[in-house]
């Protein structure tokens, strides 16, 4: 069976929740995979509509005369800045936002289904791509037509931080990821007039470094050194609890009080008389939140490791295991509506149009790929890179493919190629294609970097010189990775990336490689070398072990059980990458498949690394499933207790009968559990994951 959907619904509903509460939850596009299903773009309303109130597709009086709407303004925005790569969202105030709203900036469409019409004076919206630099935001009634303009509304940085946010205490791991920066490795970072430690660079757009202490509230960020000035305005937020925005754990170890927020998602909103309680059976420190969602629990004897559980009727009950923090905000996933709700909103694509160039000893032609034998031809394959490893790639259409004797333009040869709107880079593969048996090999390639491209447009004139030579090999060799099982996992799996920071990642069908026998050495011909247009650039990799064939799909896709390890940031691929530090497949101990659970207990095993956390989900086989439980629970620990909330709250109890239980264990890099935030959910920041899913049965 696979685990792909209730995480899935899960994850979706937790980061449109972040996403609803200050951008993604870590400062670059909302629309960004929320997890390992790889299905981006979720609405961040929670029923799929656009609107965020019941009438606000009607044409309402606004001012209340009986007569026209009031007239359209625009007086602010915020926040007032973002990456280039857009996906900031924002909050326009101002006056006749009624009907629908078409929102531009620096030019660029705002996709409709980014757009919610709050109420008379509000709107949110997520910022397309756009240029460095100050950008025009534009409003316009659909109702009438009315415009309204807020000049130099918006400046796109030219640089972010991910995450965005971190506690006071510092130590918080980030990525200053740049467009057309000048990162060198002799630059220091400083975040709020401190520096930062443990700097590492990365390329010309990219170092990576660990925060300074600092004081509540937002923090410059700023960039010295031989790459030049860089600097971003409140470029990143200092908290002194748990995350304000992600939700979780944090405001240091627990000493005589725990302060506790239960909040729903996706709404965000505090969940008022939810029950919460610490450890497991009746007569712990218990009680209902107040109005906003929260509860206090005071005592000489609430010091080290916890459980805290909350529930709350019409949601699923979720649960703390062993942390010791003294602030926590838990989120609770609300239960399915049985009836369907609208579909959401379909979304616009750019295009893309250009040419590409072939020059050989000044001559115009194909004459940098071998000769054709026998059934090949020469042919070219033009793609876009994709924000993320984790996002589904977009198909780029017919124009993709480029014949020798296809259409000419003044430049080159000419393609059009359907594009995610955003930030990206363009690239060409040329090679000999046999048509006998399909396998085409690449010799040459392209790219153009920085391309931009808003919903709907499209854009012209992209040149790009194919006469970078794949003429490198990358051996990749797998350090005891999880071995095969009889019931899975059975084959081996890695994907060769080129990183190319905030323009994602080229992710190539030719760079994939399979086995299922214990040969775990890879080896991946026809790479660039990472100079000229991609000296910037790392090779990124993603290894591991997954169950059975599911076709050509990303890696995120594969059956489980599964185990992944990514690794990434080389430029020297000249001996053999060895990857390790894999996190072994989880199986279940109590119960054992299929079992009935024993006084609510879970148990399981797990090879290999620590993790930094596991998520236990318990759900139902419905379709789609229903959540029963959700559990965050500490790396190293194998066993949770589900309290009796039917005894103790009387709360409903699960369900009897067959039900499944995930659970999926997950490192991230140089945090710790006892500040875990939900943001760290999404495998976007881990650097090893892995999963199985199985049956029980309850009493």
């Not at 299903?37 to 005369?65: F, I, K, Q």
């Not at 629990?297 to 979720?318: H, K």
């Not at 070398?529 to 090779?539: E, I």
């Not at 279940?588 to 620590?610: H, K, Q, Y």
Request: glycine share 12%; hydrophobic share 40%.
């Amino acid at each position: 069976m696979t685990i792909r959907s209730l995480r899935a619904l899960w994850l979706t509903a937790v980061f449109q929740a972040l996403a609803g509460c200050g951008g993604d939850g870590n400062g670059h596009p909302a629309a960004l995979d929320a997890g390992a299903d790889g299905d981006s773009d979720a609405d961040a309303d929670a029923d799929g509509d656009s609107d965020a109130d019941a009438d606000a597709d009607t044409d309402s009086d606004a001012d209340g005369d009986g007569g026209l709407p009031a007239q359209l303004e625009l007086r602010t925005i915020s926040p007032d800045h973002g990456p280039v790569i857009g996906g900031t969202m924002v909050e326009l105030r101002g006056n006749g936002f009624v009907g629908q709203i078409a929102v531009r900036v620096g030019g660029r469409q705002v996709d409709p289904a980014d757009v919610q019409v709050v109420d008379d004076h509000r709107v949110v919206a997520v910022t397309p791509a756009g240029e460095i630099g100050p950008a025009d935001v534009e409003v316009e009634r659909d109702a009438d037509g009315s415009p309204a303009v807020l000049d130099d509304g918006f400046t796109y940085d030219r640089f972010y931080v991910d995450p965005a946010r971190g506690s006071i205490a510092g130590g918080t791991r980030i990525s200053i990821i740049g467009a057309e920066t000048t990162f060198d490795a002799g630059d220091v970072v400083r975040i709020g007039g401190s520096d930062a430690t443990d700097i590492v660079w990365i390329s010309e757009t990219r170092i990576d470094c660990r925060t300074p202490p600092g004081t509540e509230g937002a923090a410059d960020v700023a960039i010295r050194g031989p790459g030049g000035d860089h600097d971003l305005d409140d470029g990143f937020l200092y908290y002194n609890a748990a995350d304000p925005f992600g939700g979780g754990l944090g405001g240091g170890p627990l000493d005589g009080t725990m302060n506790v927020t239960v909040l729903a998602v996706p709404s965000f909103m505090p969940i008022e008389a939810a029950f919460v309680m610490l450890g497991v059976e009746a007569g712990t420190y218990q009680g209902e939140t107040d109005a906003n969602g929260q509860i206090t629990f005071s005592g000489d004897d609430l010091t080290g490791r916890q459980v805290l559980t909350a529930a709350a009727e019409g949601f699923a009950p979720s649960s703390f295991v062993e942390f010791d923090a003294t602030d926590v905000t838990i989120l609770l996933f609300p239960l399915p509506d049985p009836s369907d709700g609208p579909p959401p909103p379909g979304r616009y694509a750019a295009t893309v149009e250009g040419e590409l160039m072939f020059f050989s000893d000044m001559e115009v032609g194909w004459s940098n790929i071998p000769d054709p034998i026998g059934n090949e031809e020469k042919i070219a394959y033009v793609n876009t890179s994709k924000p993320s490893i984790f996002t589904d790639p977009v198909p780029p259409g017919a124009g993709s493919v480029v014949n020798e004797d296809g259409e000419r333009g003044s430049n080159g040869w000419r393609f059009s190629i359907v594009a995610r709107p955003g930030a990206f880079a363009v690239y060409a593969l040329a090679g000999l294609l046999n048509n006998d048996t399909g396998v085409f090999t690449p010799y040459v390639m392209g790219v153009a970097r920085n391309v931009l491209a808003g919903p709907a447009e499209t854009v012209q004139d992209i040149l790009i010189d194919m006469s970078i030579p794949l003429d490198h090999e990358v051996v990749v060799d797998l350090v005891d990775p999880p071995p095969t099982g009889d019931f899975g996992p059975d084959r081996y799996r890695v994907d060769t990336f080129v990183d190319l920071g905030g323009e994602g990642v080229i992710a190539r069908d030719d760079s994939i490689a399979r086995e299922r026998s214990g040969l775990n050495s890879f080896e991946f011909p026809w790479q660039p070398p990472l100079d000229g247009s991609l000296v910037d650039a790392r090779f990124l990799f993603v290894a591991g072990i997954h169950t059975g064939d599911n076709g050509n799909v990303p890696f995120y896709q594969e059956y489980n059980p599964f185990s992944w390890r990514i690794d990434g940031g080389y430029t020297e691929v000249n001996e053999a990458i060895e990857i390790g530090d894999f996190l072994g497949v989880p199986t279940a101990v109590s119960p054992p498949f299929g079992g009935e659970v024993d006084g609510r207990r879970l148990a399981w095993g797990g090879e290999g690394a620590t993790p930094t956390f596991q998520n236990v989900i318990v759900q139902t086989l419905d379709v789609p499933p229903a959540p029963i439980w959700n559990m965050i629970v500490r790396g190293g620990v194998e066993e949770v207790e589900m309290p009796d909330l039917a005894a103790i709250a009387g709360l409903a109890a699960p369900p009897s009968g067959e039900n499944m239980w995930i659970v999926w264990r997950q490192t991230v890099p140089n945090i710790e559990f006892d500040d875990f935030s939900y943001i760290y959910l999404s495998p976007e920041y881990a650097s090893a994951y892995s999963a199985d899913a199985f049956l029980l049965t309850f009493p």
